[in-house]
């Protein structure tokens, strides 16, 4: 066998059919063209208008014409069966989840209403769990394996910045349902993994202070952003590719004995 050969044999997904939430812009974006640069034929599903994620689509049909787009707002627990139904039905099979829709508005908890605490663990951790349950009951019909990789944060592990403590609750508690899970389903033959990124560089990142920032509050975190990258390791942020390059390894052959753990990809901010 020669090299291209194999390295074609373990990171190759074609023919693969993925669902990637949030995938219309930022990380999600990255994921979607990254495994569409493997091969699978992508299915994103994301709030935001068909004619907002035209782009992203139009990137994506460059690569392999068959991907597609469904609108759905993934905190109505009810409507996500429809998700894994509308990809078989698409495209007669299903295996890759990425569960990567999530949002991330700085607030302190002193501040703290309760609606926006709501709205960051019903889209952060809620849906995830919910879609990867349906994902789960259609892989046990059909019986053979797949693949969940949950997006989670560094901000999981430990908290890097203030006044996320609704942002950080939902990541840590998605990083421990991707172990729990991981265990339920490893008889199914699906792996559940979950990638940690740090800083990476997407336009929610840029509106974090919310819709209306206090100026002076928003000059100093970008002051403080400036130095903090200074001081990475690397000293860059991450940009949404490298995020796609890891779930590609995830949802190969690559990583076939590897589930319940957690790829940190943050340019070395955890050993800072």
Not at 3 to 24: P, R
Not at 61 to 69: D, R, V
Request: contains cysteine; hydrophobic residues 45%.
């Amino acid at each position: 066998m020669t090299m291209n050969n194999y390295l074609e044999e373990i990171f190759s997904l074609k023919g693969q059919i993925a669902i990637v939430t949030g995938g219309a812009m930022g990380i999600g974006k990255g994921i979607a063209l990254s495994l569409a640069k493997a091969g699978a034929i992508v299915l994103i599903a994301d709030i935001v208008k068909p004619e907002e994620a035209k782009s992203t689509m139009n990137e994506l049909k460059e690569i392999i014409p068959a991907c597609s787009y469904m609108q759905i707002d993934l905190r109505n627990i009810s409507q996500l069966s429809s998700l894994p139904q509308k990809a078989i039905d698409q495209y007669g099979d299903l295996n890759i989840l990425v569960n990567n829709a999530g949002i991330f508005k700085y607030r302190p908890m002193m501040d703290m209403d309760e609606s926006m605490w709501d709205n960051t663990v019903d889209l952060n951790l809620k849906s995830a769990a919910f879609l990867s349950r349906e994902f789960a009951k259609v892989m046990e019909v059909k019986g053979h394996g797949a693949r969940i990789i949950n997006i989670t944060s560094i901000d999981a592990i430990k908290p890097v910045a203030w006044n996320l403590s609704h942002y950080d609750s939902s990541k840590a508690a998605l990083r421990m349902f991707t172990r729990s899970f991981a265990k339920e389903v490893a008889s199914l033959g699906i792996l559940v993994n979950d990638i940690a990124p740090g800083g990476v560089n997407t336009p929610g990142a840029k509106t974090i202070g919310g819709d209306n920032p206090d100026p002076k509050q928003l000059k100093a975190m970008e002051q403080q952003t400036a130095a903090f990258i200074q001081m990475l390791p690397i000293k860059r942020f991450g940009e949404p590719e490298d995020i796609g390059h890891a779930v590609v390894f995830l949802a190969g052959k690559a990583a076939s004995y590897i589930t319940g753990t957690s790829i940190v990809i943050d340019g070395g901010m955890l050993i800072m």
